[in-house]
């Protein structure tokens, strides 16, 4: 999958079916849908792919415990469901993981209990193991770490857990090896319409040379997230505001808070959220939050109110207690929730069920949803889109579609980091035996090597060095002072592979340095900068 190859294919079409607007999980998704069904699709992203909220999710495959306690049947219904197609679609990335519940009262064991009970029971077939109960010593075998002054009993259930970019990637690989045509860094800057105002294609512009591109499609679907009402605007100046971001941070821990296997699930803390401490890539991962804010970003920041809230609460269940010096990263991510009608400002009364809405000018939208219902969020949007534009009926594949990478569970190694790669592990263990520099870690405390970088470049599109370090490799999440660190590295394997010059390579080093501090919460003067005059 490469950046110059699919842009060739732009020139070489007429017209296209489809033309998907927005490389996160909607996106993609659709486009699989759409390329699946036989349908010429394009996909095009201003950034990278997956690079705004479907790169800062909370790492979870989940029925929504939270939304069963809010007595949304429905939606807990057609996630669970989902979550056992994507455990079978790609199974390299999505695994089973224990979720554990201290009580600190007598009652909170039988209250979760038979909660979680029925959770499995709508999960039928694609149940991942029935809840139990376990009393206080068996609570503290299983997580060593928990604060045990008043603990009482836990209750253990199981959910999923993936690693949400690296997903946005193989979709990606899969629309391209399905016939389709996805584009990073190729943003939709206005709508082409005929004499009756509706919609026949796009006017998009490369985000390197600047070059721009007429296309023409049978169909344009905006799939663009929190930035939704951007293209609606494109569409009709003066369809008001009809998605609000949600803010949900993340702070992310040395493994040391969380000896465990297991991650720790807190149903109600101070004000009312369910939070969130898991294991993910030998790191803790705390989140998450969920504060309304006014404009959309593709950086948004934590709140200094958020970090607190996050240490606060993990402090009163951990033995170990994190303070802001102990964050190896932090991140937010924006929810897109359709806007409230009353225009309150509780995210509570916010739907997080996706809809598909048509604009008169035939623009398809898709909004809200998380990446358990992709898929179904996916399909409806293209049924939907074949409907409006009478296109031909074709039903959706994508149920039993194996995502690139996919492998049968029970091969699926855990104890390798390159497990995440799934069936292309072969492929990057020959780059490093071909050329043993490709061994050797990009940093000497992490696991990821230089083979897995040009790897990025060479099959998964990765343009930049946050795209690598973000995205493709997640050490800018998982540490954000060693992402720092290896940015010279990386830089010198993105100038080699693209052909960068010095001045473009020391540009982009600087310019990732600059974002990637963002992701610390105390200041950081980068090694290879110390000591200098």
Do not use: C
């Not at 394009?42 to 790492?59: C, G, I, V």
């Not at 940093?443 to 790897?455: C, D, K, L, S, Y």
């Amino acid at each position: 999958m490469k950046r110059k190859e699919e842009l060739k294919k732009v020139s070489q079409n007429q017209e296209w079916d489809f033309i998907i607007i927005g490389g996160g999980a909607s996106g993609l998704g659709s486009a699989l849908d759409a390329t699946t069904r036989g349908f010429r699709t394009l996909l095009l992203e201003s950034h990278d792919f997956a690079k705004a909220t479907s790169s800062r999710s909370t790492k979870l495959v989940h029925g929504g415990v939270r939304y069963l306690a809010q007595g949304n049947i429905d939606l807990v219904k057609e996630a669970l469901y989902e979550r056992g197609l994507l455990a079978k679609n790609a199974a390299h990335l999505v695994k089973n993981q224990s979720f554990i519940i201290p009580n600190y009262n007598w009652w909170g064991g039988i209250y979760y209990k038979i909660g979680l009970s029925v959770y499995d029971f709508l999960a039928g077939k694609l149940s991942l193991g029935k809840t139990r109960y376990i009393n206080k010593a068996q609570t503290v075998e299983k997580l060593p770490t928990i604060e045990q002054k008043g603990l009482a009993s836990g209750v253990v259930y199981q959910d999923g857990q993936f690693d949400d970019s690296r997903l946005a990637i193989n979709l990606a690989q899969t629309i391209v090896e399905k016939g389709g045509t996805v584009i990073n860094y190729t943003k939709v800057v206005g709508l082409l319409k005929n004499e009756s105002n509706k919609i026949t294609g796009v006017i998009a512009e490369d985000q390197f040379t600047k070059e721009r591109y007429e296309i023409k499609a049978k169909a344009v679907v905006n799939a663009t997230g929190v930035f939704t009402n951007e293209i609606l605007n494109m569409s009709n100046p003066k369809h008001g505001k009809f998605v609000v971001p949600s803010q949900g941070i993340h702070l992310v821990l040395d493994k040391s808070f969380l000896k465990s296997n297991d991650a720790i699930m807190i149903p109600k803390t101070s004000d009312g959220r369910v939070l969130f401490v898991v294991p993910w890539h030998e790191r803790a991962l705390i989140g998450t939050t969920d504060t309304l804010v006014d404009e959309p970003s593709f950086e948004p920041k934590a709140l200094d109110s958020e970090i607190d809230f996050v240490l606060r609460t993990a402090q009163q269940y951990l033995s170990k207690k994190p303070t802001k010096e102990d964050v190896l990263s932090v991140f937010a991510g924006l929810r897109p929730l359709a806007a409230p009608k009353d225009g309150s400002k509780s995210t509570k009364e916010v739907s997080r069920s996706h809809k598909v809405i048509v604009a008169e000018t035939g623009l398809v939208t898709i909004t809200g949803g998380k990446w358990t219902t992709y898929r179904q969020m996916a399909e409806d949007t293209i049924d939907k889109a074949i409907e409006v534009h009478q296109l031909k009926k074709v039903p959706s594949k994508t149920k039993d579609l194996s995502i690139h990478g996919n492998i049968p569970a029970k091969d699926v190694d855990r104890s390798n980091h390159l497990y995440i790669y799934g069936s292309d592990i072969p492929a990057i263990k020959t780059l490093q035996q071909e050329n043993p520099e490709y061994a050797e870690k990009i940093h000497p405390n992490n696991e990821f090597t230089i083979a897995e970088v040009v790897w990025a470049i060479r099959n998964e599109m990765a343009e930049t060095i946050e795209d690598v370090l973000a995205r493709r490799v997640r050490l800018l999440f998982l540490d954000a002072r060693a992402a720092i660190d290896s940015s010279r590295k990386v830089a010198e394997i993105l100038a080699q592979e693209l052909g960068w010059d010095q001045e473009q390579t020391e540009n982009e080093i600087n310019r990732f340095i600059s974002l990637a501090k963002e992701y610390l919460l105390i200041p950081y003067t980068p090694k290879e900068m110390k000591n200098t005059k």
